[in-house]
């Protein structure tokens, strides 16, 4: 006998359709719920609400294996031979992380190609892999934010096995895996659990209508949402999530929603023995979504800090459009590097008002996320260049290394370590042609109203858009971008050896800069940068020992003195 269930609080009549268009009529049970027990049932099922005769999928569907379109399929997560027994997860605080796309991140595009090239993070360092969202969406091919079915992994990467392939294959590697996870929008094709009951509010975002986490019956919403988190942590024995945009979550309850998925992870960490970690997209700079609930925050792991990414690539690029106009100056990575955000209260003139709150200075550096480059930062860019195409060998070390010696928790995104010349564009893969052409044309439009001419902007929909942001691993057999690879190798090494450059107290950081140079101190370790084009004697706040490692040649120690090449960078013990 096998049981179904779905929650439908507004329908007067729900039936389920197996395989071979039998239905079945469904019962209502407590609280909007509907279910039948059935003998001997076939694998596909679908839900008919009140008289339509159009087949819907399970809101809840652990496998779409015809697409989001198609019959929900049933999934055995017992069945499953798991071979991480041994695994005792990974801890954020002390990680390097690694951002990747299952899709371009090789060429097949698959999680058991992505397996293949586990060895390679390995030798890099990496402690934590950050897959960009994974849940099924409509189309080949996609960035993954338009997400409609919220518990079951994308058909064309592998499905539920081949997603549990992948973390067996990390964690026996000693890898931790973290999902990117997309709770505050459904994508803009297939997303039939709206149909089913009120899952969207009234008020919409930048992606559509909102999530309903606080009107009528959101309390069967909510429990949507972190039913779906602990079964990606529980059932694919995850290690960790980033939660999109939790800024786009409106939510007037007394314990939002976010808390209360901490409450509830942290239960089941205690249960499982092993960390399980949340961290937050926000762009608010608000440190009580990474503040204890003992204290009054929301209990949050850690969230992803843009100042960090802003205040380095303005540096690095000279670039000051848009929400990097309040950038660019040595005193702004100063104040990043000792208190976490530069927005704390202060004024933003790109959004023409004061923005973000300070962070308590015992707030450990780990709990903030910053990177070089990720996902947004290149994929948002009109043509989706990476830092690599405009910038310097030598820049591109000096800004690897300050994020790599920062208090921080780092994060690199994928190719980043060899400088890949590929770039990572925006693609989609609508089937439907007016989505398609509205998607195409709202991109144009958007760039264009940044002064970018049209023919400039990859279509989204074109295949070639898609293929061009694959990355391309023979790379790896060229001078450049092996020695680039050796660099990050040898940074990340020192970094993981060296305790005063994973030390997380950022108050311990003090930060010294002149002219196109800075100084900052981390213990008994010093890391200072020349951003110059010319080569330039910087005084030191002691005596040097020596150089733990330097991103280029012709540097120099005289004592109290450091002469460093032009565009370079150093890492001295004292």
């Not at 079915?149 to 994308?154: D, E």
């Amino acid at each position: 006998m096998t049981e179904f269930s779905v929650w439908a609080p507004d329908a007067t009549r729900v039936r389920l359709r197996l395989a071979g268009d039998t239905d079945h009529e469904m019962h209502t049970a407590a609280d909007g719920w509907w279910q039948v027990d059935v003998p001997d049932a076939g694998p596909d099922y679908s839900f008919l609400l009140n008289d339509d005769e159009t087949p819907l999928p399970d809101p809840r569907s652990p496998w779409q294996p015809a697409g989001v379109h198609g019959p929900s399929r049933r999934y055995d997560h017992a069945a499953y031979a798991w071979s991480d027994n041994a695994w005792t997860g990974r801890q954020l605080p002390g990680s390097i992380l690694y951002e990747l796309h299952i899709g371009t991140f090789t060429p097949d595009g698959t999680f058991d190609a992505a397996i293949d090239r586990l060895d390679h993070l390995v030798s890099l360092g990496v402690d934590l892999i950050e897959l960009l969202p994974i849940n099924a969406f409509n189309g080949e091919h996609n960035w993954g934010y338009d997400g409609v079915c919220w518990y079951a992994p994308h058909e064309p990467y592998g499905g539920p096995d081949g997603l549990k392939r992948f973390v067996d294959a990390a964690h026996a590697r000693g890898m931790g895996v973290i999902l990117d996870v997309v709770y505050n929008h459904f994508g803009p094709s297939g997303a039939y659990a709206p149909q089913f009951g009120p899952y969207l509010a009234e008020q919409s975002n930048s992606w559509g209508r909102s999530v309903n986490l606080d009107g009528p019956h959101s309390d069967e919403v909510r429990r949507y949402i972190i039913d779906s988190v602990l079964m990606w942590l529980r059932d694919y024995h995850v290690d960790g999530l980033r939660l999109d945009a939790v800024h786009a979550l409106p939510d007037t309850r007394a314990i939002p929603l976010l808390e209360e998925l901490a409450i509830e992870v942290e239960s089941l960490s205690t249960h499982l023995g092993r960390p399980l970690s949340l961290i937050a997209e926000s762009d608010l700079n608000d440190p009580r979504l990474i503040t204890p609930r003992e204290a009054g925050g929301f209990g949050l792991h850690a969230q992803w800090n843009d100042d960090a990414h802003h205040a380095l690539h303005t540096l690095l690029t000279g670039e000051r459009q848009g929400y990097y106009g309040d950038f660019g100056a040595l005193e702004t990575l100063s104040d990043v590097l000792t208190g976490g955000f530069f927005h704390a209260g202060t004024w933003s003139s790109f959004r023409n008002r004061h923005h973000g709150r300070p962070l308590d200075s015992r707030v450990p550096g780990h709990r903030l996320v910053a990177y070089l480059q990720n996902h947004d930062q290149i994929g948002n860019r009109a043509t989706g260049d990476r830092i690599s195409a405009s910038l310097s060998p030598a820049l591109l070390r000096v800004g690897a290394t300050l994020l790599l010696t920062a208090p921080f928790t780092p994060m690199l995104f994928m190719g980043e370590e060899w400088a890949a010349s590929t770039p990572w564009q925006f693609f989609t893969s609508h089937p439907e042609p007016e989505l398609a052409t509205a998607v195409r044309n709202g991109r144009r439009r958007e760039f264009a109203s940044h002064g970018w001419p049209e023919g400039d902007v990859p279509d989204p929909q074109d295949p070639e858009t898609f293929v061009r942001s694959r990355l391309d691993w023979a790379e790896l057999d060229k001078p450049d971008h092996a020695s680039m690879l050796s660099f990050y190798q040898r940074l990340i090494a020192l970094r993981r050896s060296t305790s005063d450059l994973s030390d997380p107290r950022m108050h311990e950081v003090s930060v010294q800069h002149g002219d196109q140079f800075l100084v900052m101190r981390r213990g008994d370790t010093l890391v200072v940068a020349n951003f110059a084009g010319r080569g330039q004697g910087v005084s030191l706040p002691g005596v040097a020992r020596r150089v733990l490692l330097a991103t280029g040649e012709g540097v120099t120690v005289m004592r109290d003195r450091i002469q460093l090449p032009a565009e370079t960078a150093a890492i001295v013990a004292l």
